[in-house]
Each structure stands twice: as C-alpha cells, then as structure tokens.
C-alpha cells in the first residue's frame, strides 16, 4: 500500500498490545511494517478509539480464528462503531504455551490467565490438564503473562506466545497447547479512508443490513452473487444491537470495487437493502497469490485484447 510502502517518513501503525502479542508478532512478518513506529494499545477497542482520534495513521487487528472463529470485539468496532477500511490481511499460524514463574509446575496452578480468544483455542486441553482451575480473562496474552510476571506467584499462570513468556521471562511449563495444530489467526490493517488498488487477486469485505427480515432475505441477497458469477469466500450473522432476531450478514467475496461486475452487484444490493457498510477490497492473502494476481492480470490483458478486435468489426 502506498501510505506504508512508498513514504520515507514514519508511519505510527497501533497495535494490540503490550509487547509480546501476535499482533506484533504478525506485524513484524511484514517488513514494510515492521519498520515503522508500532504503538501498543491495551485493548483492540483502544486501538481502534486511537485510529479515531488520528493518533495512529493505521490499526492492525485480529478478525479471525481458524478454531473460535471471528473476534466479537474487532467485528463490533468494523460495524457499529468506526469509519474504517482494510487495507490488507495478514495470516500466522498460531502456538500458545502455558506460562508461569520458572520452578512452578502444573499441580502449582490455580488459575489462569489469558485473553478469551486464546484461552478458548487450548479449552479441551485446559480441561484435561487442568480441570480444576480457575479461567480468568486478560485485555491480550501479552497482558496475561505480564500480570502474571508482576504477581509474582507459582500458583497463577498464563496462555500466551513463546515471545511473551521471553518478554517477562516466564517459563514455558507445557508447549503447544492449542488443541487443533493447524491454528491460525487472520488480521487486517485498518486506515480511515483510502481504498487500495486493485492487484488481480483481491477480496471484498462488506456487511449487509435489512430493512426488515422476511422469507428468503439472505436468499436474496446471496443471488446477487450467484448471477454475477461472483464467489463468496465467507457468510457471516452477527446481531444489529437493535433486538432479538435482528441480524446482519457479513460477506466476503473474490473481486474489487473497481471490478465492473462487483460494483454492479454492489449497486444493486444497495438499491435493494437499507444499509450496505463497505469495509474494504483489498489482496487476498497467501504465498500464492503474487502468482495468482500475475495469471489474472495476463488473462485479463488477454480478454481486454479480444474484445477490443471485435470492436474494430464494427460498422460505422
């Protein structure tokens, strides 16, 4: 992105903090981000709250787990709360250890620490390890294994990264605790207003409001889609705020807005519902996709050439 790539000065790019969380860790897999000033925030709502307020330039947020799913927090600020737009995704697969002061073992704890999203990843085997022991909920792992550092007891351990239990130095007392090892966790880069360019290989990210639900709604909806040959990568529910049974749909799906195809489906979803929230196009994330935007953009010059030769057949 241009903002990130091409300026010389620094970018300030908040974060869930403190030092020592996946965001940072997924931030520093970005070397384009990685060297600009990464700002700590104690909460995903703080974050965002920073963006707002144009302390920070660009957020960088969990939206997703491949085992709990989405982050209620982070989808609840993208809807209700912020004008913001994706700029990028970021995938990092996801180890969490058991940490705690070194000496201490398993019979020790008592409690532990962590922010519900993580501790929900290890839930089987919090269950079978420690059954007895009381969960309580931290901002971030990070904030965990800190608070974990500063109590300073044998009986009180976290679930965090390896970098955190470095940070504070805390022991690691049980590795890899997640209880699905293809774990992974997805985040975005947040900005107030730019929308990216197209790449070729891109996805968009939208949610959609009704005015009022009846019969075949979301079949309505999802048509749109379906006649433009348009693929949906994610349907998501997530309840309005307004009352019991009031739902909107979050929908992710392959192309941009500058596509003609998605911005007629865009159009017409519009004209259709009562409120359509953008959140972003932007390039799809993997370490294929550089080739995939390559192929799609010589099978597009390839097109572009073929229907320009059959507009020279025209008459006058």
Not at 51 to 68: G, H, Q, V, Y
Not at 127 to 145: D, I, P
């Amino acid at each position: 992105m241009s903002d990130v790539n091409e300026k010389n000065t620094t970018t300030q790019i908040g974060y869930l903090g403190p030092e020592g969380t996946f965001s940072q860790e997924a931030l520093l897999t970005q070397p384009d981000l990685a060297r600009h000033e990464l700002v700590p925030f104690p909460s995903i709502t703080d974050t965002f709250l920073g963006l707002k307020r144009k302390d920070i330039e660009l957020a960088f947020i969990p939206i997703e787990n491949s085992i709990e799913g989405s982050v209620p927090e982070t989808l609840d600020q993208l809807l209700f709360h912020s004008e913001t737009i994706i700029q990028r995704e970021i995938e990092i697969d996801i180890h969490l250890q058991l940490i705690g002061l070194r000496g201490a073992t398993l019979g020790d704890i008592t409690e532990v620490i962590s922010y519900p999203h993580a501790s929900g990843q290890c839930r089987t085997w919090l269950h079978q390890n420690l059954n007895s022991v009381t969960l309580k909920a931290a901002n971030s792992t990070s904030e965990a294994a800190k608070i974990v550092r500063e109590i300073g007891n044998k009986s009180i351990c976290a679930v965090a990264p390896k970098l955190a239990a470095e940070l504070n130095n805390l022991e690691i007392l049980a590795e890899s605790i997640e209880d699905h090892k293809l774990n992974r966790t997805r985040f975005v880069l947040l900005e107030s207003s730019t929308i990216q360019s197209p790449s070729g290989h891109d996805k968009t990210s939208i949610a959609c409001f009704q005015n009022a639900d009846h019969p075949g709604s979301l079949h309505s909806i999802l048509g749109h889609f379906s006649a433009r040959s348009i693929n949906l990568m994610k349907v998501e529910s997530r309840p309005t705020k307004e009352g019991l049974g009031q739902y909107c749909f979050l929908i992710d799906f392959e192309g941009h807005v500058a596509d003609a195809k998605v911005s007629d489906c865009l159009r017409d979803l519009h004209m259709e519902l009562g409120w359509i929230k953008y959140l972003g196009s932007y390039p799809i994330f993997g370490d294929t996709a550089l080739e995939k935007r390559e192929e799609v953009n010589e099978a597009y010059k390839s097109a572009d050439c073929w229907v320009e030769s059959l507009k020279n057949l025209i008459g006058s």
